[in-house]
């Protein structure tokens, strides 16, 4: 395979910026990027490097990793530089001029795949990883990557052949008089399928942690919103004003908080208006309200009048009622509110941050082990039923034949989720969804 580059880190000014190379032969071009080679693999260098007129680009760190010692199992080496877009513009100029290609979507992790360092479903956990926006998505991603699922599988699907090796030697040899089955087979039969559930027990679809969590910030004109929003988020990401109508678009950003991430949206405040902008923001406020998991209303002692006109707003969606301003006066009814709060003081956010948080817990009523994808449950469900019919058909005597074909096709199953067995569409839609540079 050819030599591949890709800057591993967001194109955008920063400290640092990453990029990785990979491919047998990388190493040796090392002296004519940066006028040396290295002497250590895994070791930090300092080095110069240069173009090809010899101006100096930037002085940068530089990791070499021999293959199959490697992430991929190539040669491979990552550079460090500071973090400016020219920088990353004529570094990405010099690789080109060396000969390597730039790399495509996830190029790496399935280069990793290819040369057997990690499993099909360790590679999917990586973009999983990535993905993740919570703490246990990151967990239980994680578990997969570390190559836990991976050696559970392949755990399983060895004890199958240990029954299809009883089985189909019964069927081979039964006229040589030779036993290849005793009373232990149909114990050893439902030993197996019992750890199977067990085992498909502890892994939840990822689309249980799919997504972000919406939430979306509404109300009357100056009841706070862009104020509750800015000391939610710790600074000032959206525009405060006296003004009525201050706030037009839609403004975004997110949080972190108690393991869980937020996607919040500051909208227009809901109000009769003649201004064709403000009206058009009121109405993308309003069309939003559908697309998001919780609204919070935003009110204070002017407008608590609109308070059971919003009712009908928010219609069905998970509602948090928020009376902002409270170091100006408590509300008239305080048990119409879930929260009190002063966006000015920060007085009652702790409380706003908990009930938030709490709006988005999931009670599963399991204690999870691993994370797993749409095609990894079909597969293991699919292989599980195969196993369950193998053992429903040697209990009934309905012929080994077709206890052995239940078998291979349980085993094929589980070759299928770590990659084993892998159609080359399959691998083009994984890796596809990867970014550059993983």
Do not use: W
């Not at 940068?60 to 991929?72: E, H």
């Not at 009883?166 to 050893?188: H, Q, R």
């Not at 975004?252 to 227009?268: C, G, H, M, Q, R």
């Not at 706003?352 to 009670?363: G, P, R």
Request: charged share 25%; with cysteine; hydrophobic share 40%.
């Amino acid at each position: 395979m050819s030599v591949v580059f890709a800057l591993a880190t967001p194109p955008a000014k920063s400290a640092i910026c990453v990029f990785r190379v990979s491919g047998d032969g990388c190493l040796e071009k090392l002296s004519s990027l940066t006028g040396s080679g290295v002497e250590k693999h895994r070791t930090f260098y300092l080095r110069n490097i240069k173009n090809k007129e010899g101006k100096h680009i930037d002085s940068v760190g530089l990791v070499a990793f021999k293959g199959p010692d490697s992430y991929t199992g190539e040669d491979s080496f990552e550079v460090y530089a500071h973090g400016s877009l020219g920088v990353m513009s004529l570094l990405v100029d010099v690789f080109k001029e060396v000969g390597f290609d730039e790399a495509q979507p996830g190029e790496f992790t399935k280069r990793a795949f290819l040369n057997n360092k990690i499993s099909l479903a360790q590679a999917e956990a990586v973009v999983d990883v990535v993905d993740s926006y919570s703490s246990e998505a990151v967990y239980l991603s994680s578990q997969t990557l570390a190559g836990g699922f991976t050696k559970e599988v392949v755990g399983l699907s060895n004890k199958i052949d240990l029954l299809r090796v009883g089985v189909e030697g019964e069927i081979d040899f039964a006229d040589e008089g030779e036993a290849f089955l005793d009373d232990s087979i149909l114990k050893n039969f439902e030993s197996l399928v019992n750890e199977f559930r067990f085992f498909l027990s502890g892994c939840v679809n990822k689309k249980m942690f799919s997504g972000k969590n919406k939430v979306l910030f509404v109300g009357p004109v100056n009841s706070g919103k862009s104020s509750v929003f800015n000391r939610l988020l710790g600074f000032e990401r959206a525009l405060v004003s006296d003004v009525p109508g201050t706030t037009r678009d839609l403004v975004e950003s997110e949080i972190f908080y108690n393991e869980t991430s937020f996607s919040l949206s500051d909208s227009a405040g809901l109000r009769e208006t003649e201004d064709k902008i403000e009206s058009r923001g009121i109405e993308l406020a309003i069309d939003q309200i559908q697309n998001t998991d919780v609204v919070v209303g935003v009110f204070d002692s002017s407008n608590e009048s609109f308070l059971e006109s919003f009712d009908s707003v928010v219609g069905e969606k998970k509602y948090i009622k928020l009376f902002n301003k409270l170091d100006l006066g408590s509300p008239s009814n305080p048990g119409d509110f879930d929260c009190l709060v002063s966006a000015k003081t920060g007085e009652g956010f702790d409380k706003f941050k908990s009930v938030l948080s709490n709006t988005f817990i999931k009670s599963t009523g399991n204690s999870f082990n691993y994370m797993i994808r749409n095609r990894h449950a079909a597969l293991l469900e699919s292989s599980l039923a195969n196993l369950e019919s193998a053992f429903f058909k040697l209990r009934n005597n309905n012929g080994l034949e077709l206890v052995a074909e239940d078998l291979k096709n349980a085993r094929s199953d589980l070759d299928e989720v770590v990659g084993i067995k892998t159609p080359d569409s399959l691998l083009g839609d994984i890796f596809s969804s990867f970014c550059i540079g993983k």
